[in-house]
């Protein structure tokens, strides 16, 4: 958990069993007691590893179907900071909304990409997660969507998604997160008393 210390606001990385119990502040030695369990419900990540090449195997056994479903339920894997914030559900059902799809896709992946950003900066790691890319990955689907109706021109925007731009993200997004997991597998801060 992140907590910022009572006296000076400095910010520390605590491991989550330092809840409700009192932690000494490294910046200017003052104690305050962590917030508990409680209140921290909601603020924490849930976010897993998961081998990037099993993802990129499973979105070609599956024609993209996997990394559609995988990365927009992502979204319900991490605390809601702002109002528009996606649930699962909503990100993954506005996906099937004709016309307003065509916005959505772009939307939905470079709001993931955000929201995993801030946690990796929570967490003091870069910005990884390709928010750069996953406009231009949102807009091919938007083509992709509108050209379905235009057979052959159709054919090769899902075949670029499918065969290159869709497993590239999802992998970088993926490589993001594992990256975070495990830095934060090693607590850093352990309680004074
Ligand atoms: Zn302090």
Request: hydrophobic letters at 50%; one cysteine or more.
């Amino acid at each position: 958990m992140k907590t910022a210390c009572n006296y000076c606001g400095a910010w520390h990385d605590l491991d989550d069993t330092c809840a409700g119990r009192t932690i000494r502040c490294t910046a200017c030695g003052k104690s305050f007691i962590a917030p508990t369990d409680l209140a921290l419900t909601g603020q924490r990540h849930l976010l897993a590893s998961f081998p990037v090449a099993s993802l990129v195997l499973l979105h070609y056994l599956t024609a993209g179907a996997f990394s559609v479903m995988y990365l927009n339920l992502l979204h319900e894997r991490m605390p809601r900071l702002r109002r528009d914030d996606p649930s699962a559900t909503v990100a993954l059902g506005l996906c099937f909304i004709p016309v307003f799809n065509l916005y959505w896709f772009a939307f939905s992946f470079h709001r993931l990409c955000a929201r995993i950003n801030e946690q990796r900066q929570f967490a003091g790691l870069p910005e990884l997660a390709p928010s750069w890319l996953a406009i231009p990955v949102g807009v091919l689907f938007a083509c992709g969507l509108t050209a379905t109706f235009f057979t052959t021109a159709g054919f090769y925007v899902w075949g670029i998604i499918g065969a290159v731009a869709l497993p590239v993200f999802a992998g970088m997004v993926q490589h993001s997160i594992n990256e975070l997991c495990e830095q934060q597998a090693t607590p850093m801060a352990a309680p004074v008393a």
